[in-house]
């Protein structure tokens, strides 16, 4: 596995922002998104074996870990790691581009955090959207909305794709008016959460390692 940082933070996004949170972050992308926020991790980084990345995440004291890059889901020993994180709450955030089938999840624990590449990513046409049909309700499916555009994009999607697991827009930092998104969710009547990064409302955007 190559490991870019291992640190701990709070949780910024998902269903458990604001959680202590033990972050893997794994070197090397597929995709080369506009708003991308850790390029740094498109190349570098450290080889490790999944045992030691768990003692790693062990002296770190929380049993609540998320698992992001880079795509995660281009580590082939991901299942190992997942193996040593049986008894612990794992969230692995994945750019929606990588089959989930790579690593099917059977831990009620261990859940996915689905990003779907808006129009103004300069990738929405790389998606999978069979992914969909292997998600569980206590899956996630993240849509970094920038634009008007982005989000009627976002809104087709759930209407012809989503079955399960919860819906989150989330705007793209410092790009867009956060108000708007939330009026737009309303009048559609929409059952999605909005949230703001949270880590960047608190260090600002150009913190690395929280």
Known sequence: MKVNEIFLSIQGESL??????????????NLRCSYCDTRYAYKEGEDMTPSEVFEEIKKLHYKRVCLTGGEPLLQKELGQLLEFLDDYIVTIETNGSVSLKSVELKNPKHS???????????????????????????????FVIGSRVDYDWAKNIISKYHKKGTVTFSPVYGKIDYSGIVKWILEDKLDARFQVQLHKVIWGPDKTGV
Request: proline share 4%.
């Open 16 to 29: 458990s922002a604001g959680f202590p949170t033990v972050f893997v972050r794994f070197t090397g992308c």
């Open 112 to 142: 996915y955090v689905m990003d779907m590449k808006v129009p103004s990513s300069g990738c929405s046409d790389q998606m999978l959207f069979e992914n969909f049909d292997l998600l569980r309700d206590n899956d996630e499916i993240k």
